[in-house]
T-cell receptor
Framework: GEDVEQSLFLSVREGDSSVINCTYT??????LYWYKQEPGAGLQLLTY?????DMKQDQRLTVLLNKKDKHLSLRIADTQTGDSAIYFC??????FGQGTTLQVKP | DTGVSQNPRHKITKRGQNVTFRCDPI?????LYWYRQTLGQGPEFLTY????????KSRLLSDRFSAERPKGSFSTLEIQRTEQGDSAMYLC??????????FGEGSWLTVV
């Protein structure tokens, strides 16, 4: 079946950049998504990228897509403590990765 | 606020009881999804509706689970004879603009 892989944990210092990586197997996705989940909360759509794009920038967020390698990344510039959460990479078929826990140290 | 409303937000029930969750999706959108999320895991697909029709069901959806969307608007997810393994957060999702998918806040189920 379709699969989405993410590293489970990332720790950065406040003010640094964070990069969360994802690889997926579904080649038919029209969109790819990043969702954020804070403890005990639901899923917040953070950003998404259309599959014919290589990059999308949205304020502190940069999404990079390498469609050939089926690799998606999310870069958060100037990471803040409020960015501490779990980040999910999601394909167009709404298949979720296990999530990457981002820990931001002050 | 994503516009997807779920209730109840929390439910504690005794093993063997039945529970029902409701989802009110973003209006005028014909697709609706149910997911389940256990601690430390990503959400897992349960089922998908297009209007009233239930088009896909995961094998996670045992015969104790039933989902309906009677008029193509709100949806219910019922779990009969609950088991402790059913303890999870049940999430509903609905498309927004440009095929973005919005999730509700989820319904937490604890089976004791």
């Amino acid at each position: 079946g379709e699969d989405v892989e993410q590293s489970l944990f990332l720790s950065v210092r406040e003010g640094d950049s964070s990069v969360i990586n994802c690889t997926y197997t579904d080649s038919s996705s029209t969109y790819l998504y990043w969702y954020k989940q804070e403890p005990g909360a639901g899923l917040q759509l953070l950003t998404y990228i259309f599959s014919n794009m290589d990059m999308k920038q949205d304020q502190r967020l940069t999404v990079l897509l390498n469609k050939k390698d089926k690799h998606l990344s999310l870069r958060i510039a100037d990471t803040q403590t409020g960015d501490s959460a779990i980040y999910f990479c999601v394909t167009g078929k709404l298949i979720f990765g296990q999530g990457t826990t981002l820990q931001v140290k002050p | 606020d994503t516009g997807v409303s779920q209730n109840p937000r929390h439910k504690i029930t005794k093993r063997g009881q039945n529970v029902t969750f409701r989802c009110d999706p973003i209006s005028e959108h014909n697709r609706l999804y149910w997911y389940r999320q256990t601690l430390g895991q990503g959400p897992e697909f349960l089922t998908y509706f297009q209007n009233e029709a239930q088009l896909e069901k995961s094998r996670l959806l045992s015969d104790r689970f039933s989902a309906e969307r009677p008029k193509g608007s709100f949806s219910t997810l019922e779990i009969q004879r609950t088991e402790q393994g059913d303890s999870a957060m049940y999430l509903c999702a609905s498309p927004g603009e440009r095929d973005t998918i919005y999730f509700g806040e989820g319904s937490w189920l604890t089976v004791v």
